[in-house]
């Protein structure tokens, strides 16, 4: 079982739609979770930050957390052509400060 | 917000030389960095952990005398990739926690992308 796991997609939605991505991991102590989005040779930028069970919005995006279940998620709301890129999950592990990241989900935003 | 730079952005080279990737933080000290490497259509893969003053902790299967890490001060990592092989291009990246250290935030330099000839 990999760590971080996330669908590869593509996940095509169309512009102004809400595109929801998941991500499940398997280190039951992990804390701290991050969304990163990463366009086509460029290095991946921070989207999101979450440590608590429950949601977190920040402009069109929300991220949800749910400890219990290991399961992180991002919505993004009015999905713009510019969304359009790969999303990458990541899970700081407890030793080391290491982050895992999962293999992305590459988002398809249509207008 | 906090800055991490690379140099080069990119390489190439020839088969058997070794080449070196530069990291900085800019606007803040970082004790640790690390160095992660991503091939095409894949995710990104930590090598190793660069600690300032002391020897880098490498991954499992990152051998240590191929990837030599030296972080010689508080703002300055280097990777340098020895005896480079058409399988060592990839790209890599480096990152950072700002000090002090109040979140759990990685800031992720933009990168260097190496071909190997």
């Known amino acids: 079982q990999k760590e971080v796991e996330q669908n590869s997609g593509p996940l095509s939605v169309p512009e102004g739609a809400i595109a929801s991505l998941n991500c499940t991991y398997s280190?039951?102590?992990?804390?701290?979770f991050f969304w990163y989005r990463q366009y086509s040779g460029k290095s991946p930028e921070l989207i999101m930050s979450?440590?608590?069970?429950g949601d977190k919005e920040d402009g069109r995006f929300t991220a949800q957390l749910n400890k219990a279940s290991q399961y992180v998620s991002l919505l993004i709301r009015d999905s713009q052509p510019s969304d359009s890129a790969t999303y990458l999950c990541?899970?700081?592990?407890?030793?080391?400060?290491?982050?895992?990241f999962g293999a992305g989900t590459i988002l398809r935003v249509k207008s | 917000g906090a800055v991490v730079s690379q140099h080069p952005s990119w390489v190439i080279c020839k088969s058997g030389t070794s080449v070196k990737i530069e990291c900085r933080s800019l606007d803040f000290q970082a004790t640790t960095m690390f160095w992660y490497r991503q091939f095409p259509k894949q995710s990104l893969m930590l090598m190793a952990t660069?600690?300032?003053?002391?020897?880098?902790?490498?991954e499992q299967g990152v051998e240590k005398d191929k990837f030599l890490i030296n972080h010689a001060s508080l703002t300055l990592s280097t990777l340098t990739v020895t005896s480079a092989h058409p399988e060592d291009s990839s790209f890599y990246i480096c990152?950072?926690?700002?000090?002090?250290?109040?979140?759990?935030?990685?800031?992720f330099g933009p990168g260097t992308r190496l071909t190997v000839l």
């Open positions: 979450i440590y608590s069970n």
């Open positions: 660069s600690n300032e003053g002391s020897k880098a902790t490498y």
């Open positions: 990541a899970v700081l592990r407890e030793y080391g400060n290491k982050l895992v």
């Open positions: 990152s950072a926690f700002i000090l002090p250290r109040s979140t759990d935030t990685q800031y």
């Open positions: 280190d039951r102590v992990s804390q701290s």
